[in-house]
């Protein structure tokens, strides 16, 4: 878990990186495009270098990860933005100059934009599945195993809550969408 979860800040870092990059050259980006592209990054990256140096100190793994599972809904701001950063970065990559920055800046890193921005959205998912074979193979007796139980179902309804959240968001833009084609106004 401690791997992991170095590799997945090193590449919110890098993400973290690149907003900076963008906010700071002569591209001459507009705050909100560029907040439209990293969303709430900066603080997941925070939040994880936080977990990780508690579990770095853990002798229960489960347990560090209880006291903050909540905060995974952190992940839900996240995802809100997530299709509206994917069509700006789309859109952007049209643009020769911008082309050029991300070659630049991630050329060295062998990795892409839309692909680190991808990596927050399969997170909650990751420590569910990761948790979830942890358990399956540690027996009912175990010191940790109520911890562990009880993290798997605390991170399934935080998983459950971000994708029932993500359907109601769709279901209202195309409820807009179809409102404005028939003459309405949106709200």
Same mark, same amino acid.
């Given at each position: *878990? ?5 590799? !997945? ?6 993400? #973290? ?35 990780? @140096? ?8 489960? =347990? ?19 299709? @509206?950063?994917?069509? +700006?970065?789309? &859109? %952007? ?5 911008? @082309?050029?920055?991300?070659? %630049?800046?991630?050329?060295? !890193? ?15 998912? &990751? ?6 074979? $942890?358990?399956? $193979? +540690?027996?009912?007796?175990?010191? #940790? ?7 798997? *179902?605390?991170?399934?309804?935080? =998983?459950? $809550?971000? +994708?029932?959240? &993500? ?7 195309? +409820? &807009? ?7 309405? @106004?949106?709200?």
């Amino acid at each position: *878990m401690i791997e992991s979860e170095g590799e !997945y800040i090193k590449n919110l870092t890098i993400l #973290n990186e690149m907003k900076e990059y963008l906010e700071h050259d002569s591209l001459d980006l507009e705050k909100e495009v560029v907040t439209n592209i990293f969303g709430n990054s900066s603080v997941l990256c925070e939040f994880h270098t936080k977990i990780l @140096q508690e579990i770095k100190d853990s002798e229960n793994v489960p =347990a560090t990860f209880l006291q903050y599972v909540t905060f995974f809904k952190l992940y839900n701001e996240y995802m809100a933005q997530y299709d @509206q950063s994917l069509e +700006t970065i789309l &859109q %952007l990559e049209e643009n020769d100059v911008f @082309q050029s920055y991300l070659d %630049l800046f991630f050329g060295k !890193y062998k990795k892409t934009l839309r692909s680190l921005i991808l990596f927050p959205v399969k997170r909650v998912h &990751q420590y569910q599945v990761s948790f979830e074979s $942890h358990k399956a $193979h +540690t027996k009912r007796n175990h010191p #940790n195993y109520a911890t562990l139980d009880e993290l798997c *179902m605390k991170i399934e309804e935080v =998983a459950r $809550h971000i +994708t029932e959240s &993500q359907k109601n968001r769709r279901k209202y833009v195309k +409820t &807009q969408i179809n409102s404005t084609a028939v003459g309405g @106004q949106i709200d």
